[in-house]
């Protein structure tokens, strides 16, 4: 595990993720269906899930691999329940304690941290709840609304790369703190909630549905005038590979579901917290 770190942190992860960018986007026919092929067989993809279910008609492995589901598949809970953003297994969940969410077991990470370093923001979290979903290869990688809101601010930290699988979560400290990520705020009948997109290696491409400001050297902050309203279920974003989302939510605003718990997997839509619990 530990030689598999070290590798991270000698391997030019931008670059690599880049030259892996040129070819998931390469139209090449044999190329792409081959790459599908392999990537379905390798990580047991369920293609019949997939709007479109033929290898032939995509165009390249990246639109593959951000394959629209068919809508029957995933209907949405309504509030006050809380919907899942995405296909995923909950890494972790529970309360933010003041100003730390647990990564794994006793490994803590700092929510201002997370959020960038802007201490007004993670006031509004402290004590809160939060939930981090892990996205497998496998898995559909469009991001969803929990909960209707309107987006009032931005974040995109470039960062790190280092990867988000569960053995690289467990040994690298602070990780969700270091990984490039795109925190999202936005404005719910809740008050507050934060969306954040967590990048991986090979990832190195967070797409929001509104036009994205992105640095490859600084952090871009983004604030918006109230003419971004989701519903709950609306996509907000994608990644092109696997990596993470972490949602939180103020204090004493919602609860977990009490059947849900540390490594559940869950599908986009489906209730996984109540609002206000009595």
């Known amino acids: ?27 090449i026919k044999w190329w792409k269906n081959w790459a599908i ?26 639109s593959f691999f951000t394959r629209f589901l068919k809508k029957e598949l995933r209907p949405i809970v309504r509030a006050p329940c809380i919907a899942s953003p995405v296909d995923g297994t909950i890494s972790q969940m529970g309360s933010i304690r ?4 647990i990564q794994a077991k006793a490994s803590f990470f700092n929510l201002h941290a997370l959020l960038g370093g802007e201490e007004s923001k993670a006031r509004a979290f402290y004590d809160g709840s939060f939930m981090t979903l ?7 990688h469009r991001v969803h609304m929990p909960l209707s809101g309107i987006l009032k601010a931005t974040t995109y930290i470039p960062g790190k790369l ?45 797409e929001a549905i509104w036009p994205l ?20 279920g609306a996509e907000l974003g994608h990644f092109r590979v696997g990596s993470t989302v972490i949602i939180l939510f103020p ?20 209730a996984i917290g109540i609002i206000n619990p009595s």
């Open 134 to 140: 892990y996205l497998a290869p496998k898995d559909y």
């Open 213 to 232: 400001k992105k640095n490859s050297r600084k952090i871009v902050k983004t604030l918006y005038d109230n003419d971004i309203q989701l519903e709950q």
């Open 162 to 206: 280092f990867s988000v699988n569960p053995h690289t979560v467990l040994s690298h400290p602070q990780l969700f703190a270091e990984n490039e990520r795109l925190i999202c705020l936005f404005d719910t009948a809740l008050g507050p909630m934060a969306v954040i997109l967590v990048g991986a290696i090979i990832v190195s491409g967070i």
């Open 251 to 270: 204090k004493k605003t919602i609860a977990w579901s009490k059947d849900l718990n540390n490594d559940s997997a869950v599908i986009m839509g489906q």
């Open 37 to 62: 092929r392999y990537f379905i067989k390798r990580y047991q993809v369920n293609l019949d899930d997939a709007f479109i279910t033929q290898i032939e008609d995509y165009p390249d492995f990246n």
């Open 1 to 27: 595990m530990q030689l598999k770190l070290l590798l991270q942190h000698c391997l030019p992860q931008h670059a690599f993720s880049k030259m892996m960018g040129k070819l998931a986007n390469c139209r």
């Open 98 to 101: 003041n100003d730390l969410l």
